[in-house]
């Protein structure tokens, strides 16, 4: 059993960064996919950036290429740095673990944390 654990939310104007963090409970993360969703209001929760078990690839969404850079650090820890923010990135954002594969869909991940609010004033 994985337990995942998000810090790092907040409010920012546009145009600000926020750095996300997630921690597990795990001896290594290096087995798992790590990735980053979000959830609007009343909406799917949405792929938003994975990465693979040594850090060596990672995928996108096209709306946030080139603002957000997901890495992991150490054994347990992964990073979502966002800038340039825009309302629309307005979401909860939840750190994801899964065994292998490449699937961006949330009902494909097997771990989830429990959430982190971020909100974007214009």
Known sequence: Q???????GGSVQAGGSLTLSCVASVRTIY?????WFRQMPGKEREFVARISPFGDTT???????GRFTI????????YLQMNS??????AVYYCGA???GTSTSASAWQYWGQGTQVT???
Not at 31 to 35: P, S
Request: charged share 30%.
């Open 71 to 78: 890495s992991r650090d150490n054994d347990k820890t992964l």
């Open 120 to 122: 974007v004033s214009a």
């Open 31 to 35: 087995k798992y996919v790590m990735g």
């Open 2 to 8: 994985v337990q995942l654990v998000e810090s790092g």
């Open 85 to 90: 923010l825009k309302p629309d990135d307005t």
């Open 59 to 65: 995928s996108y969404t096209d709306p946030v290429k």
């Open 98 to 100: 899964r065994i292998g």
